[in-house]
């Protein structure tokens, strides 16, 4: 049904929410419309919380863009809006931040701002100002390292990296680092991307059964056949 979210907590998919009231059949209207994700959901295993930080054509307005973060409660199957964020857009990316339990995200156009959402809190920080960076393009995938304390995006022909800092303070402006090495995931779209704590590098795969890493202290790209 239209909005449902599903999980997979075996090896079976399970409905895991009701857009429609599940005993009358009619739209829930205190439950948020469909919309566009990509790139835009973020879990908080703290607080067992998915969160989605996009609006983009949500249903039934087209391209209706507002700056709502909504948390689901997977115990009681309800989404809640939690506080407004000015990078929330169809071409934002999110991340997680495994060190602080912080998201940051970072949008395009009108809401290209770099912003940092405390969950506990239910705050939303922005740092630095609107296009301090340049602009950001959608298609990229948004990673944290957690060591070097960066954020970091790849994808689109591009690896950009702004230095984390406190949440009431601004960042540097976004650095675009030149990677050597195999360039299948700067050159993806919206490739996969995942920290590896193991080696301390940024795991990506685009396609086909290669994986690549990416060191951010040498900018170099391994294979990982």
Known sequence: RLNDPFGFPTVNWEETG???????????????RSRHTYNTLAYIPSLDRMFSFSTQSMFFGGQLNLPIVNAFN???????QSANCLSTDI????????VSGNVWMHGN??????????????????HGNIFHDGGFAGQWTTVIDPIQRKVVAVGHGKVLIWPMNSE??????????????PQQI???LSPGLQYDASTQKIVGWSSGTDLYALDI????????S
């Open 109 to 126: 156009g009108s809401y290209g701002y770099l912003t940092e959402f405390n969950p506990r809190t239910n705050t939303c920080y922005t």
């Open 186 to 188: 700067v050159n993806a």
């Open 18 to 32: 009701y857009y429609l009231d599940p005993t009358t059949g009619d739209p829930n209207k205190q439950q948020p």
């Open 168 to 181: 009431t303070n601004t960042v540097d402006d976004c650095i675009q680092m030149t990677t050597s090495g």
């Open 74 to 80: 997977f115990t009681t199957k309800v989404w809640s």
């Open 217 to 224: 202290g040498t900018s170099a790209w391994s294979t990982i």
């Open 91 to 98: 071409q934002a990316s999110v991340a997680v931040d495994s």
